[in-house]
């Protein structure tokens, strides 16, 4: 099992930036590929960024090219998005989510197998 806590989000103006962080437990969060989705009220989940178990691929999102930069640090067990440039559309909560051994398929929700709780990032114009 692993689990997956988000934080980083919270109220910032357009134009600027933010870090979100998915921490998860284990030491074998090295042997999972981890996602980010989010999902603003009455619309559906959608995909936003995405990294291979390994690191050497990362998927985004049309809308967030060049906007945001998904990584990985294993050591300490986290995957961050940073999140520049930001829109009042990428107002949404965002989840982060775990895919053992995942390379492809990662814009696909149903593809992972853990899901965080969510952290709200409100942008405003």
Do not use: H
């Amino acid at each position: 099992q692993v689990q997956l806590v988000e934080s980083g989000g919270g109220l910032v103006q357009a134009g600027g930036s933010l870090r979100l962080s998915c921490a998860a437990s284990g030491r074998t969060f090295s042997s999972y590929a981890v996602g980010w989705f989010r999902q603003a009220p009455g619309k559906e989940r959608e995909f936003v960024a995405a990294i291979s178990w390994r690191g050497d691929n990362t998927y985004y999102a049309d809308s967030v090219k060049g906007r945001f930069t998904i990584s990985r640090d294993n050591a300490k067990n986290t995957v961050y998005l940073q999140m520049n440039s930001l829109k009042p559309e990428d107002t949404a909560a965002y989840y982060c989510a775990a895919d053992l051994w995942g390379v492809y398929g990662l814009r696909t929700p149903t593809e992972y197998d853990y899901w965080g709780q969510g952290t709200q990032v409100t942008v405003s114009s």
